[in-house]
């Protein structure tokens, strides 16, 4: 059993704060966590959902030690930090998953690994400051920097020669795209969701195709941000960390900056009907009308990203040519096609990229049309090899 769980609170700002919490009937708060969390980690301006996740290390950190008996506590207000094999029983730790079925990705549990060692040292500061004694203090700090060292040489290692190759994320194929079109078509037989629920996830999973949106930007679109006056219609990404309209608890926030987007008139059409005539009916989404959210689940409450995972895991149980598709495939995706345009219609490349930048919320100096476009790039580039070899072997000739 755990011996700790996170609970979010969201505060009358609309931050959601995680605190952690003992796993009985009262889930007092740990009180050091809690400091340490409004000291060290919340000034720094981390997102909900990643500092969420650096609560839960802690909390991972500390059943470590109460399983092999360790009075954390005591071991600080004596400055005697963890030793070498506990430092080694803590990585191989934060390395498999709390189920215990399988391992994480190495650079996930290097920042676990990382956040409890931070929160040692954090823990041991003002006891050292406190001390008077010269020598004793001298000692402290020799015993801080050999736990340092240590936890630097026993941290799970993201790189090296023995780390796995990164992983390559990549948009969909040419075929899994019509296919994509195909089965989220309202009323196709192909269609795998329930009917009252077909033309949301519609108008949700075209509205990500078309703009490559993350999740956070689409679930946190409101109807006001469509604006139907113009010519043509807008959509509208914006900032909202802290959103006091926003009762979800996980929060859907968005990482880039805020941009307006035209609509085709396909686009235009499809929201039109979906605020206008779906969304609006009380019948089959009652709640919708006490927000301004635009995606809503079957109650009308905003939809959650649980429930967007779980629409994508119903869409690749049904398809299993989906295998892998997440939310953030359409990011990359929609990168993937915006190469492709650009090669076939010989779009100036650093015009391009400022337009590409714009339309995906990244600064205009960023490198990541480069990181989300590794298909495209390794397909031109694997071509120009080809050729390569090709005039190499009439060279031969």
Same mark, same amino acid.
């Given at each position: 059993?755990?011996?700790?769980?996170?609970?979010?609170?969201?505060?009358?700002?609309?931050?959601?704060?995680?605190?952690?919490?003992?796993?009985?009937?009262?889930?007092?708060?740990?009180?050091?966590?809690?400091?340490?969390?409004?000291?060290?980690?919340?000034?720094?301006?981390?997102?909900?959902?990643?500092?969420?996740?650096?609560?839960?290390?802690?909390?991972?950190?500390?059943?470590?030690?109460?399983?092999?008996?360790?009075?954390?506590?005591?071991?600080?207000?004596?400055?005697?930090?963890?030793?070498?094999?506990?430092?080694?029983?803590?990585?191989?730790?934060?390395?498999? +998953?709390?189920?215990?079925?399988?391992?994480?990705?190495?650079?996930?549990?290097?920042?676990?690994?990382?956040?409890?060692?931070?929160?040692?040292?954090?823990?041991?500061?003002?006891?050292?400051?406190?001390?008077?004694?010269?020598?004793?203090?001298?000692?402290?700090?020799?015993?801080?920097?050999?736990?340092?060292?240590?936890?630097?040489?026993?941290?799970?290692?993201?790189?090296?020669?023995?780390?796995?190759?990164?992983?390559?994320?990549?948009?969909?194929?040419?075929?899994?795209?019509?296919?994509?079109?195909?089965?989220?078509?309202?009323?196709?037989?192909?269609?795998?969701?329930?009917?009252?629920?077909?033309?949301?996830?519609?108008?949700?999973?075209?509205?990500?195709?078309?703009?490559?949106?993350?999740?956070?930007?689409?679930?946190?679109?409101?109807?006001?941000?469509?604006?139907?006056?113009?010519?043509?219609?807008?959509?509208?990404?914006?900032?909202?960390?802290?959103?006091?309209?926003?009762?979800?608890?996980?929060?859907?926030?968005?990482?880039?900056?805020?941009?307006?987007?035209?609509?085709?008139?396909?686009?235009?059409?499809?929201?039109?009907?979906?605020?206008?005539?779906?969304?609006?009916?009380?019948?089959?989404?009652?709640?919708?009308?006490?927000?301004?959210?635009?995606?809503?689940?079957?109650?009308?409450?905003?939809?959650?990203?649980?429930?967007?995972?779980?629409?994508?895991?119903?869409? +690749?149980?049904?398809?299993?040519?989906?295998?892998?598709?997440?939310?953030?495939?359409?990011?990359?995706?929609?990168?993937?096609?915006?190469?492709?345009?650009?090669?076939?219609?010989?779009?100036?490349?650093?015009?391009?990229?400022?337009?590409?930048?714009?339309?995906?919320?990244?600064?205009?100096?960023?490198?990541?049309?480069?990181?989300?476009?590794?298909?495209?790039?390794?397909?031109?580039?694997?071509?120009?090899?080809?050729?390569?070899?090709?005039?190499?072997?009439?060279?031969?000739?």
């Amino acid at each position: 059993m755990d011996l700790f769980s996170i609970r979010t609170v969201v505060l009358d700002s609309g931050e959601r704060f995680s605190l952690l919490v003992e796993s009985s009937p009262l889930g007092v708060p740990h009180a050091t966590v809690t400091r340490y969390v409004l000291a060290a980690l919340r000034p720094r301006g981390l997102k909900a959902s990643t500092l969420r996740t650096r609560v839960g290390a802690l909390g991972r950190g500390l059943e470590f030690c109460q399983a092999r008996g360790i009075d954390l506590d005591a071991r600080i207000a004596k400055v005697d930090f963890l030793v070498y094999e506990e430092l080694t029983g803590l990585a191989d730790l934060c390395r498999r +998953r709390r189920d215990g079925d399988g391992v994480i990705t190495p650079q996930y549990a290097k920042v676990r690994f990382q956040t409890f060692v931070n929160f040692v040292l954090w823990s041991s500061g003002p006891i050292i400051a406190r001390i008077n004694d010269d020598q004793r203090r001298t000692q402290a700090h020799a015993a801080r920097e050999l736990f340092i060292k240590q936890a630097e040489a026993l941290a799970p290692r993201d790189d090296g020669p023995g780390a796995e190759p990164p992983y390559e994320r990549l948009g969909m194929t040419p075929e899994q795209r019509d296919l994509f079109l195909k089965v989220i078509t309202p009323g196709s037989d192909l269609n795998p969701f329930i009917p009252a629920l077909q033309y949301r996830n519609y108008v949700m999973l075209k509205t990500v195709y078309d703009y490559g949106l993350r999740a956070g930007e689409l679930l946190g679109l409101k109807t006001r941000h469509i604006d139907f006056s113009k010519r043509p219609a807008t959509i509208t990404i914006m900032r909202s960390h802290h959103d006091k309209e926003d009762p979800r608890q996980e929060q859907p926030v968005q990482k880039t900056s805020g941009r307006e987007l035209e609509l085709s008139c396909e686009m235009r059409d499809i929201l039109d009907e979906w605020i206008m005539k779906h969304r609006a009916d009380r019948t089959k989404f009652p709640k919708a009308r006490t927000h301004p959210f635009l995606f809503v689940n079957k109650f009308g409450d905003p939809l959650s990203l649980r429930g967007l995972r779980k629409l994508l895991e119903d869409l +690749r149980r049904r398809y299993p040519v989906f295998e892998g598709l997440c939310a953030h495939i359409f990011r990359h995706d929609w990168n993937d096609r915006w190469e492709d345009k650009r090669a076939e219609e010989g779009w100036d490349f650093a015009e391009a990229t400022r337009d590409q930048c714009y339309a995906m919320g990244w600064k205009m100096n960023s490198t990541m049309p480069e990181r989300y476009s590794r298909r495209a790039i390794r397909k031109l580039a694997n071509a120009k090899v080809l050729k390569l070899q090709e005039r190499a072997v009439k060279g031969d000739d």
